[in-house]
């Protein structure tokens, strides 16, 4: 047996911060966001996607509205839904969940086809511009939503409706060549393949991934005219292979380029296509990338993509903290990215990158209150300049309740959801624990629980409660973390075995017992490399896994003018419960920049000591609108 993860339906989280987050999803914010789906938010951004397929079923009359993707929103709160109904059993939800899918069974056609777009505005220019139209990308997010209802719900509605989706798509794509503008099909095949055990949907999402590249001209011959503009997006060129991904072929990647969605969405399916198939050149790509991401054009919170431009990746060190992009989608791609790379190879830094993104970039793109959303996550807001000055357009300081183009929240809503699928793995000897996530889980050798108050303390409790046969537990190691103590049933292991980030303890185990892992959570201070030009002479501060940053809301003074003294302690503050849903506050010593009122001076800058408060990075943006920053100067 190969490395595979534990199914979400065999592992309950029980954990002091993760708990309140998926109790928010159910309660709060998956219901948000069927409200907006059916336009009953009064003031937030328009939707209409239940609508249109109210049109597409011959069931109401009017124009379609919305982004050609618009499906896309519907079927990512549909498998939110489907999470939900896992955590949380809700007749009513159900009931809602099964008239969406009746109704989108009644918009698909008798060939297999749906799509509401193209059946409400333009059926006969079906498939005719794969490039921008998105089609294979709404249909691999309705394929991810039937396969979440089967698994999770025990509903298999949805899921016979999408395998006559994926069978039409089959059909139509095997006979002759066709390229997904936008990856995710691949990742929704290679789903159903998993859950269906039909070998045609590997094949088929083998088959776009293979044909990706080989030819980098296909799109200028089979895009129309002024793609981008009839369908209302931003213009992509056909001749712009690197946007897709298409100028190399999948095997032979090595940097990530183009928009940064897409990217991540292909090497998701190229890492699950590879596990299964054993294909050493895919894995050996997607290393490749990986690498090219995380040591050269990775922010310090996780969040990838540096210009608004096509939402793109740029080029090595290229990472400018005030006009990042930072999508949310992005980062909920690379922990996407990083779980299926866990499937090749338990490697803990596949692991810390999940941790990264669902602690910081992530986990920063949804307020507090589960009801508001970023699009954007930069590293530096000025409260004068973002979301105001040309170019800064996209940089916002406070997250709107909704977008025009929604493709974010509904994602971070059904990453939330499912999170306990990351967080355990096995393989014909070892079980793999991947992230310090209170949780309880049922595996091939029995039962074991997890239990912990990290991201705040380094104290982390595993209970055997059941075993049938032996195995071998490997705990991953963050790579943050240089010295740590394990104690099984009160007494100290002094024999770890760390390989590629985890500690394996092999064992005779025995019901009951307990393993305990205990390690300091210092305050770190990171430094950039050299040619990340923005970070020069600035720190980012970091405790655990979280990256923390200065607000206005804690300082009398705006944030640019604040320095951290390099000589001083950056000291954490007692747990406080009544700060922005709890957290450890950071206190340093620092000093305020006191120049001239002058634009350009020869007078020296005064500074003037003041104390300088840090908060955690997802953290922001829930209190008074103002300014912030991660990287800080150091004195």
Request: proline content about 6%; aromatic content about 10%; overall charge negative.
């Amino acid at each position: 047996m190969g490395i595979r993860e534990i199914p979400l339906n065999k592992v309950r989280i029980t954990d002091a911060f993760w708990s309140p987050r998926q109790r928010l999803m159910t309660d709060v914010t998956i219901p948000y966001m069927e409200k907006i789906l059916r336009d009953q938010v009064p003031g937030a951004e328009k939707s209409h996607a239940v609508s249109n397929f109210r049109m597409a079923a011959g069931e109401e009359t009017g124009e379609f509205y919305g982004m050609v993707f618009q499906d896309s929103d519907v079927a990512k709160w549909l498998e939110a839904a489907a999470y939900s109904l896992f955590l949380k059993p809700d007749k009513a939800l159900e009931n809602r969940v099964d008239e969406m899918v009746a109704l989108i069974g009644r918009c698909q056609q008798e060939d297999g086809y749906l799509n509401t777009y193209f059946t409400v505005k333009e059926p006969e220019n079906r498939w005719a511009n794969l490039l921008e139209c998105h089609e294979l990308y709404c249909a691999g997010h309705m394929i991810e939503a039937g396969v979440a209802l089967y698994e999770a719900a025990g509903k298999d509605e949805l899921l016979q409706i999408c395998i006559r989706l994926a069978d039409h798509i089959c059909r139509k794509f095997m006979q002759e060549e066709g390229i997904p503008g936008h990856q995710e099909i691949e990742i929704g095949l290679m789903r159903l393949y998993h859950a269906t055990g039909n070998q045609k949907y590997r094949d088929m999402a083998l088959r776009f991934l293979d044909l990706r590249g080989r030819d980098p001209e296909w799109f200028q011959r089979h895009t129309p005219a002024h793609p981008g503009i009839h369908y209302g997006g931003y213009d992509i060129l056909p001749e712009d292979t690197a946007y897709n991904q298409s100028d190399v072929p999948v095997r032979e990647q090595i940097a990530a380029r183009g928009h940064a969605v897409r990217q991540l969405y292909m090497l998701t399916a190229m890492a699950d296509a590879a596990a299964d198939t054993g294909d050493k050149d895919m894995k050996a790509a997607c290393n490749r990338v990986f690498d090219n991401i995380t040591q050269r054009q990775m922010y310090v919170t996780g969040a990838v993509g540096a210009t608004s431009y096509h939402e793109a990746f740029t080029t090595d060190y290229d990472l400018p903290s005030d006009r990042c992009y930072g999508e949310t989608c992005a980062s909920v791609a690379m922990t996407f990215f990083a779980h299926q790379m866990l499937s090749l190879q338990p490697d803990g830094r596949y692991a810390d990158l999940m941790e990264l993104e669902l602690h910081n970039a992530a986990l920063a793109g949804m307020q507090l209150d589960g009801k508001r959303f970023f699009y954007v996550n930069p590293l530096t807001v000025d409260a004068c300049v973002s979301g105001i000055v040309p170019g800064y357009e996209h940089v916002l300081p406070q997250r709107p309740a909704w977008h025009a183009c929604a493709c974010c929240p509904p994602n971070l809503a059904r990453l939330i959801a499912s999170l306990s699928k990351y967080l355990w793995s096995e393989d014909d000897s070892t079980l793999y624990s991947h992230l310090f996530i209170g949780s309880e889980a049922d595996t091939r050798w029995g039962k074991i629980a997890l239990e912990s108050r990290y991201p705040w303390e380094g104290s982390i409790r595993y209970r055997i409660i059941s075993t049938e046969k032996p195995f071998t537990l490997a705990i991953r190691i963050p790579a943050y973390i240089s010295d740590y103590r394990i104690t099984i049933n009160g007494r100290i292991w002094d024999a770890p075995s760390l390989r590629n980030g985890y500690c394996h303890l092999q064992k005779e185990w025995q019901p009951g017992d307990r393993i305990e892992i205990t390690f300091d959570l210092p305050v770190r201070r990171i430094h950039a490399h050299p040619q990340v030009r923005d970070a020069a002479g600035k720190i980012a501060v970091a405790r655990g896994p979280l990256i923390y940053c200065i607000e206005n809301a804690d300082h009398d003074t705006d944030v640019s003018s604040l320095m951290l003294a390099a000589d001083k302690k950056i000291l954490s503050l007692p747990y406080q419960h009544d700060l922005l849903g709890g957290v450890i506050p950071l206190s340093a010593q620092g000093y305020e920049i006191q120049a001239p009122n002058a634009l350009y001076s020869t007078v020296p800058f005064m500074h003037s000591p003041v104390p300088i408060t840090l908060i955690p990075y997802y953290a922001w943006g829930n209190r008074e609108k103002g300014s912030m920053t991660v990287w800080i100067r150091e004195k």
